[in-house]
């Protein structure tokens, strides 16, 4: 099929690769993510990247004052202007992209993941992102399983 050809066009039976990396493309659009994309772009356009901004924020400020007060060290401090969507836990560096060396952080890991809060570790660190979709009740369960990790340390 040559350039500019509709995706699905069998293009006869005469088959020849395309030049450059379009000879690695493979299967056909994905069609409902598209329209997914659509929907989901529509939604957070109606609710305005300022409110969401100001949502996760807030969120993420409530978890880092919480976590500071357990006594966990909270990449970044204290909350301020500086803060974002997401939240990292433990020493920078201290483990490969996705493992950590700290046995605690790996336990702390362990913790919110047995109690269902989708985090990731990244260089060493827990880390946790919140976007539109999170809310108080996220942050709440969060701290109960870092309240009940603090605990059994």
């Not at 500071?68 to 204290?78: E, F, K, S």
């Amino acid at each position: 099929v040559g350039a500019g050809a509709h995706e699905a066009a069998l293009g006869g039976l005469d088959y020849r690769l395309m030049p450059g990396a379009r000879r690695f493309d493979l299967g056909n659009c994905n069609f409902p993510a598209v329209v997914v994309a659509e929907r989901s772009l529509a939604l957070l356009e109606a609710v305005g990247t300022r409110v969401i901004e100001d949502h996760v924020v807030r969120l993420a400020t409530r978890i880092k004052q919480g976590l500071l007060a357990l006594g966990l060290p909270v990449a970044g401090g204290p909350p301020g202007p500086h803060t974002g969507s997401i939240v990292c836990v433990g020493t920078p560096g201290a483990g490969g992209h996705d493992s950590t060396d700290d046995p605690a952080i790996a336990a702390l890991s362990a913790r919110l993941a047995g109690g269902g809060v989708a985090h990731t570790i990244r260089r060493g660190m827990v880390r946790m992102a919140f976007h539109l979709y999170n809310d108080d009740t996220d942050v709440d369960r969060a701290l109960e399983l870092a309240r009940e990790h603090a605990r059994s340390a």
